[in-house]
């Protein structure tokens, strides 16, 4: 991988990051402080709202510092290290963890009837792309496996 894409994607992560913890910071709140005025039946759902929105963009932000971290390992010539691995294995537990959140939302809202039809419906949607991310990482996990034995076994050879 060239180094310039490298930094180019370096700095769009960095952005990202950024913007995900202005979402932390301000959006959020901001969001359920008005939905709480909007909606008084509903207040007592505010701190929980808040609070499961922060950790699942902290999710997000952790599968970003990995996917840094792997880059800089590109970078290094060293991706087909252990040192990789737990990259990987760190970002397939946040998506874990972030699909586990919003399967627990989704069986809030189902059973205190707080979500309206579109909110189950982007529930459901998450946990389908967040299962499906679960996945690719497992087998992308697997590629880095079998790439890095083919590796040591090629500096074996020569």
Known sequence: MRPTTIV????????????????????????????????????????????????????????????????????????FTPRAFVWVDVSLGAVVFATVLVVTTLAFLITAPAGSPSIVLLCLLGIVVGAGLSLLLVVLRGLLRKASQLEHDLSEVV
């Open 8 to 79: 180019v994607l370096k700095a769009l992560i960095a952005v990202l990051i950024a913007l995900l913890l202005l979402c932390q910071v301000a959006v959020l709140p901001g969001m359920a402080r008005s939905l709480a005025g909007m909606y008084p039946y509903l207040s007592y759902l505010e701190v929980p709202g808040i609070v499961i929105g922060v950790i699942f963009t902290l999710c997000a932000q952790v599968v970003l510092v990995c996917v840094w971290q792997l880059l800089t390992l590109v970078r290094a010539d060293s991706i």
